[in-house]
């Protein structure tokens, strides 16, 4: 049975920092695409940060650029989001999500269209807050 998890979410200050864990089990993360997206208080689900596996293009929301960082470790079968400089903004659940037909030829706008994905995980809590 094809299954995303994520770990890593927890209580942080402002400023301070947290890393993500994407674990896929069932399926291979090799050759997919893979979002993170997040979903604060009474908003809207929204893309984080996006990695291809196929091309390595990696994409970011305005928002988090420079302060996040995505990467993947094909050995454990793992996507991560390494997140710094936290803001109380960030706070929500963060999802990660596969996309199977994700290609070279994909454009970029497409990372953001959840209808795209075709796993969810059941997310994790992250809180910044003094």
């Known amino acids: 049975q094809e299954q995303l998890v994520e770990s890593g979410g927890g209580l942080v200050q402002p400023g301070g920092s947290l890393r993500l864990s994407c674990a896929a089990s069932?399926?291979?993360?090799?050759?997919?695409?893979i979002g993170w997206f997040r979903q604060a208080p009474g908003k809207e689900r929204e893309g984080v940060s996006f990695?291809?596996?196929?091309?390595?293009?990696?994409f970011y929301t305005d928002s988090v650029k420079g302060r996040f960082t995505i990467s993947i470790d094909n050995a454990q079968n793992t996507v991560y989001l390494q997140m710094n400089s936290l803001k109380p903004e960030g706070t929500g659940v963060y999802y990660c999500?596969?996309?199977?037909?994700?290609?070279?030829?994909?454009?970029?706008?497409?990372?953001?269209?959840?209808?795209?994905?075709?796993?969810w995980g059941q997310g994790t809590q992250v809180t910044v807050s003094s």
């Open positions: 990695i291809s596996t196929r091309d390595g293009r990696i």
């Open positions: 999500a596969a996309d199977r037909s994700w290609g070279v030829t994909t454009i970029e706008p497409m990372w953001l269209q959840e209808w795209r994905y075709d796993y």
């Open positions: 069932g399926f291979t993360l090799d050759g997919s695409g």
